[in-house]
């Protein structure tokens, strides 16, 4: 059973560019949530999506946006680059209404770096 | 942001050892925490969790507790291994999937 999968891994990009980060939740989950974590430090809510809309937004600028698809994959979309956007960028998938324990799953992440 | 600094607290310990970690939270209405295990280059992975209205839960070798009063939480490993290794966080739970982390503390064991 594959986890929650995220591409790409790695990826550099310039300052004032635009970049989407993608997200496959864990099977059997409709629910995807984003966060940021910046180097030596815990992750931070960016945002999450059910039924193919934003439920929840934490204290991100509208630079960053997302999608959520029908078959529930997400993308996170991030304009205008700032140097300080490099990060870890991760997804975590889950069931609504599920306690979240052992069905938050998260990914691997996307390491964003902006030069 | 919720998470500050740049230099993560660092607990070191012996294999074999028992090690504590400890966490402060923010927010009292919170209702739900969660300890996480990150290992270097891969996302968090769930340890223990304990809802607000127990103060203590035991898993394997894990122990959770919760102190209310004071919004404290702490992760304490018995018989600490090198596979132990890790950066922890602990998590509250704000509103069903809002997570805001602590600052997490890197665990070394030394073999």
């Known amino acids: 059973d594959a986890g929650v999968t995220q591409s790409p891994t790695h990826l550099i990009k310039t300052r004032g560019q635009q970049v989407t980060l993608r997200c496959s939740p864990k099977s059997g989950h409709d629910t995807v949530s984003w966060y940021q974590q910046a180097l030596g430090q815990g992750p931070q809510f960016i945002f999450q999506y059910y039924e193919e809309e934003e439920r929840q937004r934490g204290n991100f600028p509208d630079r960053f946006s997302g999608h959520q698809f029908p078959n529930y994959s997400s993308e996170l979309n991030v304009n205008a680059l700032l140097l300080g956007d490099s990060a870890l960028y991760l997804c975590a998938s889950s069931l609504p209404g599920q306690l979240l324990s052992y069905g938050y799953t998260f990914g691997s992440g996307t390491r964003l770096t902006v030069v | 942001g919720e998470s500050v600094g740049l230099h993560l607290p660092t607990l070191s310990v012996q294999e074999g050892d028992n090690s504590i970690i400890n966490c402060a939270y923010s927010n009292s209405a919170s209702d739900y925490f969660i300890w996480y295990k990150q290992e270097s280059g891969k996302g968090p992975q769930f340890i223990i969790d304990?809802?607000?209205?127990?103060d203590k839960r035991q898993g394997q070798r894990v122990t959770v507790l919760l102190n209310k009063t004071v919004k404290h939480l702490s992760l304490q490993i018995a018989a600490t291994q090198p596979g132990d290794s890790a950066v922890y966080f602990c998590a509250e739970n704000i509103q069903g999937g809002k997570l805001i982390f602590g600052q997490g503390t890197e665990l070394s064991v030394k073999p």
């Open positions: 304990i809802r607000s209205n127990m």
